[in-house]
């Protein structure tokens, strides 16, 4: 079973989404990375770029396949992993640390957002 963290809230499309001191930090989940395999490629969106909920914000290339990242909120990118963007590779050691993608400022959409719980339901469903 994949790891979920009790302290963010995850889309469908397997992102998560974590408040951190007024922006939201957004990152693909350990499941997602799993299903991807080895991460090799990573692009992400610059500082000041606006995305919005459910909306693409970069992709991740894996050696299996070419996958989008969708944004969980909308507001303002105001920072991005560099060292994600260097080291892919990082995504599947550390999804919910390391790993992280992107924060933005803004948000507001974490309520429509899967809990811990919903996600765990979800992804078992998709497992059998």
């Known amino acids: 079973m994949s790891e979920i963290p009790e302290d963010r809230r995850y889309t469908k ?3 998560w989404a974590r408040e951190d001191g007024g922006r939201i930090v957004v990152g693909i989940t350990d499941y997602a990375q799993d299903q991807l395999g080895d991460i090799v490629f990573v692009q992400l969106p610059d500082p000041g770029t606006e995305v919005s909920a459910g909306e693409p914000l970069g992709e991740v290339e894996s050696t299996k396949s070419v996958s989008d990242v969708y944004s969980p909120v909308s507001g303002k990118v105001i920072d991005k992993n560099v060292a994600a ?33 919903g996600y765990r339901a979800l992804v078992e469903g998709s497992e059998g």
């Open 13 to 15: 499309e397997h992102e």
């Open 85 to 117: 963007e260097k080291n892919p590779q990082i995504i599947n050691d550390d999804p919910y640390g390391e790993g992280w993608l992107v924060s933005v400022e803004g948000g507001g959409e974490e309520g429509e957002l899967l809990d811990a719980a």
